[in-house]
């Protein structure tokens, strides 16, 4: 069922993308360089740097690699220019990090925010997510498509689940809606 509804939502957004036409131009041809960018401005989000943001992070590079995609690491790609593992970086700064990669050409940033949520109740506690995000063509600055996916339900987390539980549970769930999330996405770009 959770496949089917973010099937059906990213779908339909793909197909508002699909009928603003194409005409992009990728520096290394029909396939865009493409560099995935965490935002976590807004302190609901899950900052960089975390276990939880990197499982997304790998998510969505893996299922955009297995299609063949050029995925390019930040922090690689920028490591002599910009200051490494800064927190809590907002649109203006994500996006001229992508503009001013000089390593290789990037066309197309991914840029995603994670929104956790633990759901206190008398008798349980129970975590559900969101990963929200867009497609940007770095030199234009047009969006290609905007995503937003979400844990079908809310699960439940044992009674003696402590802070190291809680984020691994919360990093699962991030991953698995991100691997799903990143082999859609890998199709609007193909």
Request: charged fraction near 30%; proline fraction near 2%; glycine fraction near 10%.
């Amino acid at each position: 069922m959770k496949r089917i509804l973010l099937t059906l939502i990213v779908a339909g957004l793909l197909a508002g993308c699909a009928a603003q036409g194409g005409n992009l131009r990728y520096a290394d041809g029909d396939r865009p360089n493409i560099l995935i960018m965490g935002e976590d401005s807004d302190p609901d989000t899950v900052a960089r740097g975390g276990r939880i943001f990197k499982r997304v992070l790998d998510a969505l590079a893996g299922e955009m690699q297995g299609e063949g995609f050029n995925v390019y690491d930040e922090t690689a790609v920028t490591l002599d220019d910009f200051t490494q593992m800064r927190r809590r970086r907002g649109d203006a700064e994500i996006i001229d990090i992508a503009r001013s990669v000089r390593a290789v050409p990037i066309d197309v940033a991914v840029i995603f925010a994670i929104y956790p949520t633990i759901l206190e109740r008398g008798h349980a506690r129970k975590i559900r997510v969101r990963v929200t995000g867009r497609l940007l063509h770095v030199r234009s600055g047009r969006r290609l498509g905007n995503f937003e996916t979400e844990s079908a339900t809310a699960t439940a987390l044992a009674s003696d689940c402590d802070r190291d539980c809680e984020l691994e549970r919360i990093g699962s769930e991030a991953r698995n809606l991100a691997r799903d999330l990143g082999a859609i996405l890998a199709k609007k770009l193909d």
